[in-house]
């Protein structure tokens, strides 16, 4: 009795909040928008399942007053490309990762210092946390629109064409593709490695024509991108965490109005959230398909390639550059890192 007496009330409030909650309706249909969403990821990859999901849910609480038109693959140009036309207004939404906007905004590089996280858990608290919070700050003073929830890319494995990866020495001399990215090519250069930066949508035609002999990513990629053709080895260092900034325009997102905004950082934010876990689910699995598509495994010792890092002067070097607020917030939640 009680029970169905609660309902009752809660229908019946539910029924007068609707009508209450119609009232901005007028808002959403005066001014329709229709905004691009680029990003450098096959249609299959979680990121771009729960993308096509997330916008129908825009549409459908708009009321048809906002539309995203989703870009995926690199279609509208390179990373670094669409960064230009995200700053433009060319493009109004763009999803990237923290290490290539390190160009524009410096210390959004930071979660990718080697080694920083042992797992997701960590990940989250640093990027939900404090840490999360600085960057999104420091992204926000460049002049972009950044959404809370970063997205997945996931933890890092080295593939390469040649030999697999087991101790520090096989990274000596390694043709390997890395994004373009000051962090990333101080990375692979302290093992001594030598990287190339190539954006995403050239990497697999840079493998197959051999202009590099080896690049990194995260299975749920090295699956969707189908690096497993050009690809032989996957050596699952997990030697860096890597995730998504969905950023916008930051005058076409003052343009929208209030209630707009509201349902687009809502679904956007819970999007995200959904496609961690898928990708981290994804990750988990994949190598048994990838191994079923030829691909070789080997799982190297993390401890002597990090300390390889050191020697190579990898975090004294990054501490210094991205400054003691910053670094000592990232320590704050992962540990001692130097
Ligand atoms: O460029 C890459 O390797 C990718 C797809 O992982 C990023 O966007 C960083």
Not at 94 to 123: C, R
Not at 127 to 148: C, F, N, P, T, W
Not at 232 to 260: Q, R, V, Y
Request: with cysteine; proline share 5%.
């Amino acid at each position: 009795m009680k029970i169905s007496r609660r309902s009752v009330m809660i229908s019946a409030a539910g029924v007068a909040g609707a009508a209450v909650v119609g009232a901005p309706l007028p808002a959403f249909a005066a001014k329709t928008f229709r905004y691009k969403y680029a990003n450098n990821l096959s249609r299959t990859h979680p990121l771009n399942i729960r993308a096509r999901a997330m916008a129908k849910a825009i549409e459908d609480e708009t009321h048809g007053a906002f539309k995203l038109d989703i870009f995926p693959d690199s279609q509208l140009g390179s990373d670094t490309e669409t960064l230009n036309q995200l700053r433009s207004g060319a493009v109004q939404f763009f999803t990237l990762s923290g290490l290539i906007l390190q160009t524009l905004v410096p210390a959004a590089a930071i979660s990718g210092i080697g080694f920083a996280f042992p797992d997701y858990p960590a990940v989250w608290k640093t990027m939900d946390g404090k840490l999360g919070a600085y960057i999104r700050g420091q992204i926000e003073k460049s002049g972009l629109v950044v959404m809370d929830k970063i997205w997945d890319n996931g933890f890092r494995e080295v593939t390469t064409g040649t030999k697999p990866i087991v101790t520090p020495a096989d990274f000596h001399d390694l043709k390997i593709r890395v994004p373009v990215s000051p962090l990333w090519t101080s990375m692979f250069k302290a093992l001594g490695a030598a990287p190339t930066s190539i954006n995403f949508n050239e990497v697999y035609s840079a493998l197959q024509t051999k202009v590099v002999d080896a690049q990194e990513n995260p299975l749920a990629i090295i699956q969707t991108a189908k690096l497993y053709e050009v690809q032989k080895f996957c050596s699952l260092t997990n030697h860096m965490w890597d995730g998504f900034w969905f950023l916008g325009n930051k005058d076409a997102w003052d343009s929208l109005p209030k209630e707009i905004q509201t349902v687009v950082a809502k679904h956007t934010n819970e999007a995200g959230v959904l496609e961690r876990a898928d990708v981290e689910g994804l990750n988990s699995e994949l190598q048994k398909k990838l191994t079923s598509e030829g691909m070789k495994f080997n799982t190297p010792d993390p401890k002597p390639i990090r300390e390889a890092l050191r020697q190579g002067g990898f975090y004294s070097e990054w501490k210094k550059k991205f400054g003691d607020e910053a670094w000592s917030i990232l320590e704050g939640s992962v540990g001692t890192l130097t």
